[in-house]
């Protein structure tokens, strides 16, 4: 065990006045807690979407970083240690969802690293450039434009 480990739970002793084993079942409470709601909420999911289960999973997770450290007794932080278990289910269970909306090619090529949000955006700024290339082409056809503006736009379009 770290020493940072050996202080904090000296410090949740101290708290609340427990025993070593019942500060590690604050632990336990929490484990517990996410796992047995990733499973349920899957369906949930399913059923109200990604986000409003995201939402109830943050304002879980508000409860228990405000109430663990609020609290003197220990069965109220078991409680709040089970909620914010049960908190990072719901984002456990919402996270691929979410993922697979950022990730438009799939999130089974996003994961094997062919998409990337930095690809994306390179990608993307890419054709801004290209566009702007082409329109800049367009209007010196048409002449609509003095050469030397072109020129200067072209430069300027470079260096973004």
Not at 64 to 81: D, I, K, M, R
Request: glycine share 10%; no cysteine.
């Amino acid at each position: 065990m770290s020493t940072t480990t050996k202080r904090r739970m000296a410090q949740l002793i101290a708290h609340y006045g427990v025993s070593l084993a019942a500060v590690a079942t604050l632990g336990s409470a929490f484990a517990l807690g996410r796992v047995i709601t990733v499973s349920m909420m899957g369906a949930l999911v399913e059923k109200l979407g990604p986000k409003p289960v995201l939402g109830l999973g943050i304002s879980l997770l508000l409860v228990f970083f405000l109430g663990l450290p609020a609290t003197q007794s220990y069965p109220a932080a078991l409680v709040f240690s089970a909620l914010g278990g049960v908190g990072f289910g719901t984002q456990d269970a919402t996270g691929p969802v979410v993922v697979s909306g950022i990730f438009t090619t799939g999130y089974a090529s996003a994961m094997r690293g062919h998409t990337t949000l930095s690809r994306q955006f390179l990608n993307s700024r890419r054709q801004r450039q290209s566009r702007n290339r082409l329109r800049i082409q367009r209007q010196k056809l048409m002449g609509k434009m003095p050469m030397n503006l072109a020129k200067q736009t072209r430069s300027i379009t470079w260096q973004m």
